[in-house]
């Protein structure tokens, strides 16, 4: 999806692409953004079915390692 443009689900290449400053923070349920100070994530979210996923920016994937 992030490569491609193109929802993994439907097939639709109607994506749109969120650049957030929100942080991804796990819980027991599922990860919410909350902390905009850590990482940065990007989003994609497909217009037709409403498939969205999430990537860590690439510049922020080596503070991973010392989380
Ligand atoms: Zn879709």
Same mark, same amino acid.
């Given at each position: 999806?992030?490569? !491609?443009?193109?929802?993994?689900?439907?097939?639709?290449?109607? #994506? =749109?692409? *969120?650049?957030? !400053?929100?942080?991804l +923070?796990? !819980?027991?349920?599922?990860d *919410?953004i909350?902390?905009?100070?850590? =990482? +940065?994530v990007e989003q994609? #979210?497909?217009? +037709?079915?409403?498939?969205m996923e999430s990537y860590v920016?690439?510049?922020?994937? /080596? +503070?991973? /390692?010392?989380?």
């Amino acid at each position: 999806m992030k490569k !491609n443009q193109c929802c993994p689900k439907c097939q639709s290449q109607d #994506i =749109l692409f *969120v650049s957030s !400053n929100g942080v991804l +923070k796990r !819980n027991a349920y599922h990860d *919410v953004i909350t902390d905009y100070r850590k =990482l +940065k994530v990007e989003q994609y #979210i497909c217009k +037709k079915c409403g498939y969205m996923e999430s990537y860590v920016r690439d510049q922020d994937l /080596e +503070k991973l /390692e010392k989380m």
